[in-house]
C-alpha cells in the first residue's frame, strides 16, 4: 500500500547532441542515437536521477531514442529494469517566447510519440529533419507574448489541455528571464506552476 509523498530526483533541463551548442560528437543514425541514448541512461542511473526532460530548444528530435533506451534498460545481470523503477523521461522543449524570455515546456511522460509534431504546429514551430545531426537555429516566438497566450494556445488542443506544465525562465539577471526590470506584471499574471533557474 502506498504510503504518502514520493520523491525523486530529476533534471527538467537536458539538452541533447541536436542542440547546436553542442561540444563533442553528433550521433546522426538511428544506431548511433540509440547508442548514445543507451550511455545516456546509464549515466542518469549513476547519478541517481529518477527523471528527466529532454529539452533540446524548439526540438523533439533526440526524444523517442531516449524514451526508448529508458523502457529497454537492464540491470547488471541482463534482467529488464522493472517499469516502476524505470527513469522516467519527459517530452520537453526550451521555447524562446516574444515575452521575451525562455520558458520549459514539459509534457506529460505519457505524451504519445506522434503528437510531438503537433505540438510544433500548435506553436508554429518548423523543425528540420530530425535526419540532421542538429536542431534548426532558433526563431523567437514573437507571436507568443505572454504566458497567457501560451496557455491558451496549448489548452485549445484537446490531446495538450491538462498534460503539460510551463517554466518560465526566472534566472536572477540576463536576456532571458523574467526576473528584470519592466517584467513585473508579465510574472504577477503567469499561470505558470513554477519557474527555472
Given at each position: 500500500?502506498d504510503k504518502?509523498?514520493h ?9 541533447s547532441p541536436r542542440d547546436?551548442?553542442?561540444d563533442?560528437?553528433r ?5 548511433e542515437?540509440?547508442e548514445y541514448?543507451?550511455?545516456f541512461?546509464a549515466?542518469?542511473?549513476e ?8 529539452t533540446?530548444h ?5 526524444i523517442?531514442f ?8 537492464v ?8 517499469p ?11 521555447l524562446?517566447?516574444?515575452?521575451p524570455c525562455q ?5 506529460d ?8 509534431p503537433a505540438?510544433?504546429t ?5 523543425p528540420?529533419?530530425?535526419d ?12 507568443i507574448?505572454?504566458?497567457k ?10 490531446y495538450?489541455?491538462?498534460?503539460y506544465?510551463v517554466?518560465p525562465?526566472?534566472s ?5 528571464t523574467?526576473?528584470?526590470p519592466g517584467?513585473l506584471?508579465h510574472?504577477k ?5 513554477g519557474?527555472?533557474?
Amino acid at each position: 500500500m502506498d504510503k504518502g509523498a514520493h520523491f525523486k530526483r530529476c533534471d527538467f533541463q537536458v539538452h541533447s547532441p541536436r542542440d547546436l551548442n553542442w561540444d563533442g560528437e553528433r550521433p546522426v543514425t538511428d544506431e548511433e542515437r540509440k547508442e548514445y541514448a543507451k550511455r545516456f541512461i546509464a549515466v542518469c542511473r549513476e547519478k541517481g536521477l529518477d527523471a528527466v526532460a529532454i529539452t533540446d530548444h524548439h526540438d523533439f528530435g533526440f526524444i523517442s531514442f531516449i524514451r526508448a533506451a529508458a523502457e529497454q534498460e537492464v540491470d547488471a545481470e541482463g534482467n529488464p529494469i522493472p517499469p516502476q523503477d524505470r527513469i522516467v523521461v519527459f517530452p520537453g522543449m526550451e521555447l524562446t517566447l516574444g515575452v521575451p524570455c525562455q520558458a520549459l515546456l514539459i509534457l506529460d511522460a505519457a505524451f504519445p510519440d506522434n503528437l510531438l509534431p503537433a505540438v510544433c504546429t500548435t506553436l508554429n514551430i518548423e523543425p528540420n529533419s530530425p535526419d540532421e545531426d542538429r536542431h534548426a537555429e532558433i526563431a523567437r516566438l514573437d507571436n507568443i507574448r505572454d504566458f497567457k497566450e501560451l496557455h491558451k494556445r496549448l489548452d485549445e488542443q484537446a490531446y495538450l489541455k491538462g498534460r503539460y506544465i510551463v517554466l518560465p525562465n526566472i534566472s536572477n539577471g540576463g536576456a532571458h528571464t523574467l526576473q528584470r526590470p519592466g517584467f513585473l506584471a508579465h510574472y504577477k499574471s503567469m499561470p505558470c506552476v513554477g519557474g527555472y533557474l
